[in-house]
């Protein structure tokens, strides 16, 4: 664990716990090598795996676990490209199975994506309803990846889903948080009688402000794929990735000061000579006023 890391708690999700708020998918690298280094620059402690439709084998027959670390990394199978309840859950099962052969410990729980239509990749809500709840009773940990939808957010958490992750713009997309007040109050409606329950900010992050973003409005962590496989280096990406989850943590941990209209001084009133005789009466009664305020008066 790095120092970095050593300044913000670990995460739990379910039964499990990990020491990185961020999470990482292994799609659409250009080679298993730069996806091998860009989740090590990345500092992620888990990692999502597309069981329906990641290419396991390169051009070249290489398997990608051959570039996986499953000592280092807790695997996340994914449902990505299901477009309802019943292929979600089928691959959810196969995920399971794949990863009790590698005797990885995330075969008990699914990142569960069930798709509305392929052109915005936008979740289905009622579809995934259905899916969450065969899972949970199937025994999974589920975290749901829905839209930024507060009242979809809770009937899946009464579902029995894990964590809820939505989205912070369409998948792929690189906008960032699009609408930051739903994401207030759908951490607002899903901590309010239970403050450790996780949300997880899924999709849509360009560049490493917009995950601090997320983390400053309260996300408890962000998976991202794209930002980071696309980028035109996802190595440093990835380490960019890596200290936004920090910065953004620590930042909402410590406080913002509040927004004004007008400046603050920041160095101490007392004892500077005033000499103001270009001012008009009025803009001398506004700053007596600003001055006597910033001094507790």
């Known amino acids: 664990m790095t120092d970095s890391l050593r300044l913000i708690p670990p995460f739990q999700v379910g039964d499990h716990v990990l020491e990185s708020r961020l999470v990482l998918g292994t799609g659409r690298y250009e080679t298993f090598e730069v996806m091998r280094d860009s989740l090590a620059a990345s500092q992620t402690h888990c990692i999502t795996v597309a069981v329906r439709r990641e290419r396991l084998y390169d051009g070249e027959g290489r398997n990608i676990l ?11 199978p994914n449902t ?20 009790r052969g590698l005797e990885n410990p995330g075969a008990d729980w699914v990142k569960l994506e069930v798709l509305g239509d392929s052109k915005t990749l936008l979740p289905d809500p009622i579809e995934t309803l259905k899916a969450t709840e065969q899972l949970v009773a199937e025994g999974f940990q589920v975290l749901c990846y829905t839209n930024d939808d507060p009242i979809t957010a809770c009937r899946l958490k009464a579902a029995g889903a894990t964590a809820v992750m939505p989205a912070g713009s369409p998948i792929g997309s690189g906008q960032g948080i699009l609408n930051p007040n739903n994401l207030r109050i759908i951490l607002e409606y899903l901590k309010a009688d239970d403050p450790g329950y996780p949300v997880i900010v899924d999709a849509g992050v360009g560049t490493a402000s917009d995950v601090a973003v997320a983390m400053e409005l309260g996300a ?12 035109e280096d996802p190595i440093a990406m990835g380490a960019a990735m890596h200290h936004a989850i920090v910065a953004g943590y620590l930042a909402r941990s410590a406080g913002r000061i509040p927004k004004r209209l007008y400046a603050t001084a920041s160095s101490p009133a007392e004892g500077v000579i005033s000499s103001r005789p270009y001012l008009t009466a009025v803009q001398k009664s506004a700053l007596s006023e600003s001055d006597a305020s910033s001094s507790g008066a």
């Open 220 to 231: 408890d962590a962000v998976l991202l794929n794209t930002a980071v496989a696309h980028a």
């Open 66 to 76: 051959d570039y996986i670390d499953l000592d280092r990394y807790t695997l996340l």
């Open 80 to 99: 990505a490209g299901c477009y309802d309840a019943p292929t979600a859950v089928r691959c959810a099962r196969m995920g399971r199975e794949i990863l």
